[in-house]
């Protein structure tokens, strides 16, 4: 996909000549930049809702609300027994 960005001259031409010291171009800058920003991104999200999730309650496990709506307990069980 090709985007138009508005930037200023002298910081096109300064990335421009750190673009050549890499061996790359601004475009391969800007790309690689963007594609590090998503994956640490999605990286942190991940960490965000491990960090929220409900104490006690472990990857691989789900809630059983069954009973939720009758005021019944609820139980955390393995997704591979969950049925």
Known sequence: ??????LD????????KIAVE??????G???DYLEKLALENACSGRKRREREAPE?????ERRD????ARGGSRALIP???AG
């Not at 890499?22 to 475009?27: A, D, E, I, K, Q």
């Not at 006690?56 to 691989?60: E, T, V």
């Open 56 to 60: 006690g309650r472990k990857r691989g």
């Open 22 to 27: 890499r061996g790359t171009t601004l475009t």
């Open 79 to 81: 997704r591979e027994s």
């Open 1 to 6: 996909m090709n985007i138009t960005l508005s």
């Open 9 to 16: 001259d002298k910081l096109v031409k300064d990335v421009r």
């Open 29 to 31: 800058l800007v790309r």
């Open 65 to 68: 609300d069954r009973d939720g």
